[in-house]
């Protein structure tokens, strides 16, 4: 609260104190006479920033009174001097100008006096989130209608995959476009080849395969889950083989679960079989250390084959996201047009238009650096 011409970071636990030292901070700061209307004080939501701005005015009332909370006195352990009291006495009469917002209303007011530079209809209204959620929505479900009507192409992936799983696809769109709709710039990496991973995880199931046919002894249900690899094998070999490559995608994206999957959290459980191979080789007459030394075969055959299989699905899930991203130029280009159309601006607009206000207009910047000569944020990681 003292070194006021330093840039600082203050981190420490919930209910610590930071918001009070943050007031703290600013009374100094009128305290050492900067104006009200050169400090910005940004927090999270609504009602923390009303909350801190009233936090300030008890702060800088009880200093002018001649009473010193505990939060300001390793600030002021003798209280205000004369010099204090005169700047905080003026700072009371224009605290008015002191800004305490959210990060999106200091964006609005960054960008209001320049709707030219920051490209927005200077009558433009902002959306609230819920609103926004209800038209890109909207948006999204026409342009669906719209792309899925009629015949489809030959590699059409988007119609492969509602044809496939309907539920899931919509949901993946859904969620890739509201992504995207929040990080404009964001595009999916280039994938690698994904049809060349097939034949590994087959090499690891027929490995898997044929240890247990040469193992002495049966475990039933290692044996169940070589068959549901080999049925997940087959299932590969054939969306590979089909013409397109939306074909081959959809059918190793939605491919069948393998029985070694933990359903509920869709990755493979871990190996445990111990106990049975040691029961299985005891009943066929091979030593303990027999069933121990088989059970580590199976348990690395098993990492094989679920590595294998990851190998698989990792550049299909790429591959999917690739395509679908440029898919969903469009339903994001209609949204944007939508807004500039009706006059509207999203709290995202907010964030993207002061950004590029400020890295675009050099005179804008310079203008704004003299105006905020202080700049506190509230909850740095939000």
Request: overall charge negative.
């Amino acid at each position: 609260m003292t070194a006021l011409d330093e840039s600082l970071l203050v981190e420490a636990g919930p209910g610590s104190g930071k918001t009070a030292v943050m007031a703290g901070r600013i009374v100094m700061l009128l305290a050492a006479g900067v104006e009200p209307k050169k400090i910005a004080a940004i927090t999270f939501t609504e009602l923390a920033a009303s909350q801190l701005a009233e936090r300030v005015v008890l702060f800088l009332e009880e200093v002018i009174d001649g009473r010193v909370r505990p939060d300001l006195t390793a600030a002021l352990p003798d209280g205000p001097t004369l010099a204090q009291s005169e700047n905080l006495r003026n700072a009371h009469a224009a605290l008015d100008q002191l800004t305490a917002t959210t990060i999106h209303g200091f964006c609005q007011r960054l960008i209001k006096p320049y709707p030219i530079e920051a490209h927005i209809d200077p009558g433009a209204r902002i959306i609230d989130p819920t609103e926004v959620e209800l038209v890109f929505q909207d948006i999204l479900d026409q342009w669906l209608r719209e792309r899925l009507s009629g015949e489809p192409e030959d590699d059409d992936l988007l119609a492969e995959l509602i044809l496939a799983e309907p539920a899931r696809t919509l949901k993946l769109i859904t969620e890739a476009g509201v992504f995207l709709k929040k990080n404009r710039t964001a595009a999916a990496p280039p994938s690698p080849p994904f049809a060349g991973a097939v034949a590994p995880f087959r090499e690891a199931v027929d490995a898997f395969h044929a240890f247990l046919s040469e193992a002495g002894c049966s475990e039933p249900g290692t044996e169940d889950i070589v068959a549901g690899f080999e049925e997940l094998a087959d299932h590969f070999d054939a969306a590979i083989a089909k013409p397109s490559e939306a074909r081959q995608l959809s059918g190793i994206l939605f491919s069948p679960r393998p029985r070694a999957y933990i359903k509920s959290q869709d990755k493979f459980a871990t190996y445990k079989k111990k106990g049975k191979w040691q029961a299985a080789a005891k009943g066929t007459g091979l030593s303990k250390a027999e069933g121990e030394r088989l059970n580590g075969q199976a348990t690395l055959l098993y990492e094989d084959c679920c590595a294998a299989h990851d190998e698989i699905k990792a550049p299909t899930a790429g591959r999917v996201l690739e395509r679908l991203v440029q898919e969903l130029r469009e339903p994001l280009q209609r949204y944007q047009a939508y807004k500039t159309t009706a006059a509207l601006l999203d709290f995202d607009d907010l964030l993207q238009a002061a950004r590029d206000l400020l890295q675009k207009h050099e005179p804008v910047r310079r203008a704004l650096g003299e105006h905020y000569a202080h700049v506190l944020v509230d909850e740095f990681q939000d």
